[in-house]
C-alpha cells in the first residue's frame, strides 16, 4: 500500500491543515476490511445517501452517531453461538460479525433519517447552509439621494 507524506502542504499552506488531516484520515481508513459494503449516491444537489448492507442486523441491533461531523455506523449483533435459541448449524455463512464505519461529513451536512428496508441501512443526508452564507442579492441604488433642508433654501 503506498502511504504519502503530507508534511509540505503543512509547510506551505496556511488555513488548509483541516483538509491534510482529512486526507491522512481517508488514506488510513482505506486500509480497513472492507465489511460491510456500502454506496454513497446524491440524490439531489444538495442531498446524499449512504446504502450500507447490513442483512441479518435488526434496528435494535444498530446505532447512528454523528459527532464533530463524523458520522459512526455501528452494529452490535447479539450473541446467536449459545445454541439456546433452537438453532443447530452445519454451516455458517452468514457474517454476523460486530462493524463499525466510520464517515466524515463535509460541514454543514446533516443527517435527515435512517431506514432498514431488506437488510439495507439507507442514511439521508442534506447539506443546509445558513442563511448567512447563502447568496443574496444587494440592491444597486441609484446615486441620487435628495439631502433634506438644502432643496429650495437660499443663501
Known sequence: MRTYDFTPLYRSAVG???????????????????WPPYNIETTGENAYRIEIAVAGFRPEELNLEVKENLLTVTGRKTANDDGSNG????????????????????????????????????????????????????????GQALIEGKKGKAA
Open 16 to 34: 488548509f491543515d483541516r483538509l491534510a488531516s482529512l486526507l491522512e484520515s481517508a488514506a488510513r481508513t482505506s486500509q480497513e476490511n472492507g
Open 87 to 142: 438453532r443447530n448449524f452445519l454451516h455458517r455463512g452468514l457474517a454476523e460479525r460486530d462493524f463499525e464505519r466510520r464517515f466524515q461529513l463535509a460541514d454543514y451536512v446533516v443527517v435527515k433519517g435512517a431506514d432498514l428496508v431488506n437488510g439495507l441501512l439507507s442514511i439521508d443526508l442534506e447539506r443546509e447552509l445558513p442563511e448567512a452564507l447563502k447568496p443574496r442579492r444587494i440592491e444597486i441604488g441609484t
